[in-house]
């Protein structure tokens, strides 16, 4: 099992940023890949980055330029850097860990971007 508890949601004007952490913890194999992603009511939960043990990431369209994901191994921490967020980001946020031993999603963090 492992256990994901994530940081650093709340409420932002249009334009702003927010940082997002996610610590994982329990049976960690050291290949794997964290990531980000988001659902807002009605719809399917969507990609936003994920970022592999080896460093190479992946982004969503709508938000290459404006997200950074990264991550601290030694923590086994996972980040995502917002920045000119806009209310269509509002969402809310799930960190998701994967391996061979299976995937795990942490309980959620809510993003919401004023207008």
């Known amino acids: 099992q492992v256990q994901l508890v994530e940081s650093g949601g709340g409420l932002v004007q249009a334009g702003g940023s927010l940082r997002l952490s996610c610590a994982a913890s329990g049976s960690i194999f050291r290949i794997n890949t964290m990531g980000w992603y988001r659902q807002t009511p009605g719809k399917q939960r969507e990609l936003v980055a994920t970022v592999l043990s080896g460093g190479n990431t992946n982004y969503a369209d709508s938000v290459k330029g404006r997200f950074t994901i990264s991550r601290d191994n030694a923590k086994n921490t996972v980040y995502l850097q917002m920045s000119s967020l806009k209310p269509e980001d509002t969402a809310v946020y799930y960190c998701?860990?994967?391996?061979?031993?299976?995937?795990?999603w942490g309980q959620g963090t809510q993003v919401t971007v004023s207008s």
């Open positions: 998701n860990h994967y391996s061979i031993r299976g995937g795990y």
